[in-house]
């Protein structure tokens, strides 16, 4: 997990010092997200420069230095190259160059792949594979990656930059492009501090912040910066000419239905398998390595499946506790711990804690989001204890299906499709205070509404109260958005939702904000639950086969029952029948009993995400 950046301009409007300058700026922006190591690369004839902050997790040493510059099939040191951004031009031989963040899990299959047709190696790293593979078979590289990754790639010899996106987005990855230049970072606020792009708000990002709770991708805060989409990559041409190219669509596997789906047994090994070896590829790492461990079911699976292929050594786990007894998972996590023989360190977190960390956590977001706070005390917790990785049971109940709402997904749909005369009296919802002000949304039968209906923060006519605008302003962003999702309306109810949650909740919010707030701590988390062979196997099974109940005696009534009934050898009993549990601090004790004039918190009966949305408002 790094720090990315680079410039490419096809007008020679910067000199070397200039585009070095750029760099080093939003190298220094970056800095937590790889305290390890710093570089830039300038080809200056060509108006190129490339920055990295490393964060070292895959070979420690100086060999994993970034940009990372491969020429005629040789990894090279910066010292290498004569005259670097001065003579040197990248285009006069075969010469890549590539500043990356992320993990490629397969990079040692793939390693083995190419060495077998002559390429060889000078590092342990899976950057130099990167590079390889891209030698060996061009764009049609990208799609051979497993993994979280973002990255930019300079192929000097075409003249082409690309910039590349994981399938589900778990790294982030933006960019500013206009006629004369494009601009990359891992975050927005590097963009702004490189000093040449014109920073202005855009609108459309608060909006879309008060919806949804997060600013929903591609859109920023910053007019003309955008995120590349998961599962696209960017490439830009000499002449200034650029397109976005889509590599990756979860959407098929929601349509294409697996036949063996009654076979419960099938179903049952298959998903083991495929958890199995999932958890052993991230667990790939020459860094420090541990597991947040809630006490819930999502990351007790992780323990358990990391504690298992973990055989010479003892599995460290991590776990927040708190003085609020109904939110402390503390028995349970204490449980999975012992049953999987980790080194279990617990930390607490108070209301003091919280309050006195207002304003890192502030800082630590480059966008707005309601979410996060979880994973910044856990991530700060992770470093003290010496650890660099950590992996997460982030996913899993999305595609598990472990939401409540999934249950009432068809539900949900059939008053979308009632007449217009049935469905009004939900226009009043608001009358019975915030938490059925939403109900306005089925008043719509279009698949936003359905989906405002659930995860939806405030309504249009709240949002644009708070913002100060016209609703119609608010209305506009979303028929715009709405229109986008039309392509969905033949899905099934609930694989609709499953879909969405991935390509909204799970992909702008949970993952954005994991990101953001993990690297504040400059660690770097991982998501088993996200590996693709394993999302798409799930989003190929029909809904029922996900939601229905076990038919065992012990276990009935119990979330997530694929889930359960893929690893129900490995951790106790009272992990699956315990009632679900979200990964959650006491905000809305906290937040009634703070208010406080600076970040214009007020004690309100609201639900905490509302209270909280209005702090983050404040501060962007």
Not at 8 to 13: L, M, P, R, S
Not at 235 to 249: C, F, H, N, P, T
Not at 410 to 422: C, V
Not at 554 to 560: A, D, H
């Amino acid at each position: 997990m790094c720090g990315i950046a680079g410039i490419y301009q096809n007008k020679k409007i910067y000199n070397k010092k200039d585009l070095e300058a750029a760099a080093g700026k939003m190298n220094t922006s970056q800095k937590n997200r790889g305290p390890d190591d710093e570089g830039v690369f300038v080809d200056v004839k060509n108006g190129v420069a490339l920055g990295h902050s490393r964060l070292s997790i895959i070979d420690l040493s100086k060999s994993g230095h970034q940009p990372m510059i491969w020429q005629n099939g040789s990894i090279l040191r910066t010292s290498d190259v004569p005259n670097i951004g001065g003579n040197f031009r990248t285009s006069d031989v075969q010469t890549l160059v590539i500043t990356y963040s992320g993990e490629i899990y397969n990079f040692l299959e793939l390693k083995k792949d190419l060495e077998k047709k002559g390429y060889k190696f000078k590092t342990k790293t899976d950057t130099e594979v990167i590079l390889a593979l891209y030698a060996e078979c061009g764009e049609k590289s990208f799609e051979m990656l497993r993994g979280m990754f973002a990255f930019g790639l300079w192929d000097g010899k075409n003249q082409k930059l690309f910039l590349v996106k994981d399938r589900y987005g778990i790294k982030p990855l933006y960019y500013y492009s206009d006629n004369e230049k494009l601009i990359f970072a891992s975050t927005v606020k590097a963009l702004e501090n490189s000093g040449i792009i014109l920073v202005q708000k855009n609108p459309d990002a608060y909006i879309g912040f008060l919806l949804f709770g997060s600013v929903p991708l591609p859109t920023t805060t910053i007019k003309n910066v955008y995120a590349v989409p998961a599962g696209h990559y960017l490439v830009r041409e000499a002449d200034g000419s650029q397109k976005l190219i889509q590599y990756y669509e979860p959407l098929e596997f929601f349509k294409n239905k697996t036949q063996n789906f009654q076979d419960n047994t099938i179903t049952r090994d298959s998903i083991r398998s495929l958890l199995e070896e999932s958890v052993n590829l991230h667990l790939i790492s020459d860094a420090p390595l541990g597991v947040f461990l809630s006490g819930g079911l999502d990351s007790s699976v992780i323990a358990a499946l990391a504690a298992q292929t973990i055989k010479n050594q003892r599995l460290k786990t991590l776990s927040i506790i708190f003085d609020e007894p109904e939110f402390s998972e503390e028995y349970y996590s204490d449980l999975v711990a012992k049953k999987i023989g980790s080194d279990h360190r617990k930390i607490k977190i108070t209301k003091q804690d919280f309050y006195d960390s207002f304003e890192e956590i502030f800082e630590a977001m480059d966008q707005p989001t309601i979410d996060g706070v979880n994973t910044f005390f856990i991530a700060k917790a992770a470093k003290q204890a010496g650890l660099k990785t950590v992996l997460s049971g982030l996913g899993a109940d999305e595609i598990f299906l472990g939401y409540p709402h999934f249950r009432r997904a068809e539900l949900l749909r059939k008053i979308q499709n009632l007449p217009k005369f049935l469905k009004s009296p939900l226009k009043l919802g608001s009358l019975f205070g915030d938490k059925y002000s939403k109900l306005s949304y089925f008043t719509n039968d279009d698949i936003l509404s359905f989906y405002l209906g659930i995860r939806g923060l405030f309504t249009p006519q709240e949002t644009a109260k708070i913002l100060d605008t016209n609703v119609q302003e608010v209305n506009n962003f979303i028929d715009k958005l709405s229109h986008q999702l039309q392509h969905l309306e033949q899905l099934h109810p609930i694989g609709l939702l499953s879909y969405l949650e991935l390509k909204f909740y799970l992909q702008n919010q949970l993952l954005k904000d994991t990101d953001f707030m993990s690297m504040r701590h400059s660690v770097e988390v991982r998501v088993p639950f996200l590996d693709h062979p394993l999302v798409e196997y799930l989003s190929s099974l029909p809904a029922n086969l996900k939601l229905k109940n076990l038919k065992t005696k012990e276990l009935k009534n119990i979330n997530k029952p694929l889930l359960v009934a893929a690893v129900r050898d490995l951790l106790p009993q009272e992990i699956f029948t315990r009632p679900k549990m979200g990964f959650t601090f006491p905000f809305q004790n906290w937040l009634r009993e703070i208010q406080d004039t600076k970040y214009q918190i007020q004690n309100t009966k609201s639900h905490w995400s509302r209270s909280w949305a209005k702090a983050v408002l404040n501060k962007f």
